[in-house]
C-alpha cells in the first residue's frame, strides 16, 4: 500500500477560505537566456517559478547556466550562498503544461529562427497554456516583434493576455513593456501592472505595434552603426567609444549588439522590415554573415568582438575585416 503523505495544511480549519495573494505562482516557457534571467529576478522577489521546456535534458542545462549565473554574483558580492539556494529552490523545472495550473501568471519566452515560425509557435504556446490555467491567470508573451493582439487571436480568454516585454537580456533592467491588446482587459491589464511593480519594475505603457519602443529604436542604432563600419568611417572600437563617452550610453551598440545575441538581432530586422518594408530595419549583411557562422556574441564566445568563458571581452572579432 502506497504511503500518504500528509500536509500540515490539510488538518487547518476553514482552508477553503484563506485568502489567495494576488501573485505567488509565476510560469515561464522557454528555458533559454531570456526565459533563465525571468526566472531568476522572479525567484529572487519570494515567488515560485514554473520554467518548462521542450526536455528534461533543456531544463536540467538551464538549471545548471542559472546556477553558475548565481555563483557570478556571489563572486561580485551581490549576494551569498543562501540566498543561492533560496533562488533555486523556487523554480521547478517541467516539460508539462499541467504544473501550470495555480500560476497567476505565466510568460512566453522563447526563442524561434523566423516571423513565421514565431508566430505559429508562439500562438501554439498561448494555446496550450490556456487549457492548462486557471481562468483569472494572466497569459503573456514576452516577444517585442509579434502583435498580441494577432497571437490570441484563436485563444478563448483573449481578454487576458497582454505583451510584457523585459527590455534588454538582464533581468535587472529596471523598466517593462507593457502592451494592451486589442482584446485586453482593462482588469487584466492592471493585474499585469501591479505583477511588473511587485517585481520591482517601472511600467512603460505602450501602444500596439511591431517593435513597441525598445526594439523599433535598437535595430536602426545597430544597423546605422554596422553601416558605419563597413564604410570605413570608423573602427568598431571607436564607434563604440563615441556612443559611451559622448553620449554616456554603458554600452556601445557593437558590445550592446554581442549581449543582446546577433542572432535576436536579426530576427528582429527581419520582422520589423516584414512589417513595415522600410530601409531602416534591413538587416546589414555584416549581422547576417555573423549569425551564418554562429558568431552571435557573447553566448557563443564570438560576435563583434571575442569574449573568454565569463563573457568578459577579451578581443576583436578579427575575422570581420578578412
Known amino acids: 500500500m502506497a504511503e500518504i503523505l500528509e500536509q500540515l495544511e490539510d488538518y487547518a480549519l476553514y482552508k477553503d477560505t484563506r485568502p489567495k495573494t494576488l501573485f505567488s505562482r509565476v510560469g515561464i516557457v522557454g528555458a533559454g537566456t531570456v526565459g533563465q534571467n525571468i526566472a531568476r529576478m522572479v525567484s529572487s522577489k519570494g515567488l515560485d517559478v514554473v520554467l518548462l521546456d521542450l526536455t528534461q535534458e533543456r531544463i536540467e542545462k538551464a538549471m545548471e547556466e542559472l546556477a553558475k549565473e548565481l555563483d557570478r554574483i556571489i563572486e561580485r558580492w551581490g549576494m551569498t550562498n543562501s540566498e543561492k539556494l533560496a533562488i533555486l529552490s523556487r523554480i521547478k523545472g517541467t516539460t508539462d503544461y499541467n504544473k501550470f495550473a495555480g500560476c497567476d501568471i505565466v510568460i512566453e519566452a522563447v526563442k524561434s529562427s523566423t516571423r513565421e515560425h514565431s508566430h505559429d509557435v508562439r500562438s501554439k504556446i498561448l494555446k496550450n497554456i490556456e487549457l492548462y490555467v486557471d481562468k483569472d491567470a494572466i497569459i503573456a508573451t514576452n516577444s517585442s516583434t509579434q502583435v498580441i493582439t494577432e497571437l490570441t487571436a484563436d485563444l478563448t480568454h483573449k481578454e487576458r493576455c497582454v505583451s510584457f516585454h ?27 501592472i501591479k505583477f511588473a511593480h511587485l517585481i520591482g519594475k517601472d511600467v512603460v505603457a505602450v501602444k500596439e505595434s511591431p517593435g513597441i519602443i525598445s526594439t523599433r529604436l535598437m535595430v536602426p542604432f545597430i544597423n546605422e552603426a554596422c553601416d558605419i563600419l563597413m564604410e570605413g568611417i570608423g573602427k568598431m572600437e571607436d564607434i563604440d567609444t563615441t556612443m559611451k563617452i559622448g553620449f554616456g ?26 512589417e513595415f518594408g522600410d530601409q531602416k530595419y534591413k538587416a546589414n549583411p555584416m549581422l547576417k554573415r555573423l549569425v551564418r557562422a554562429n558568431q552571435c556574441g557573447r553566448r557563443t564566445g564570438k560576435g563583434f568582438y571575442e569574449y573568454n568563458k565569463d563573457g568578459i571581452k577579451v578581443a576583436k572579432n578579427f575575422s570581420l575585416e578578412e
Open 166 to 192: 523585459f527590455i534588454t537580456p538582464e533581468a535587472d533592467a529596471r523598466i517593462v513593456e507593457i502592451v494592451k491588446g486589442l482584446y485586453t482587459s482593462q482588469a487584466a491589464y492592471e493585474k499585469t
Open 249 to 274: 550610453l554603458p554600452l556601445g551598440p557593437f558590445e550592446m549588439a554581442d549581449k543582446i545575441g546577433l542572432d535576436k538581432i536579426l530576427r528582429w530586422c527581419e520582422n520589423l522590415y516584414d
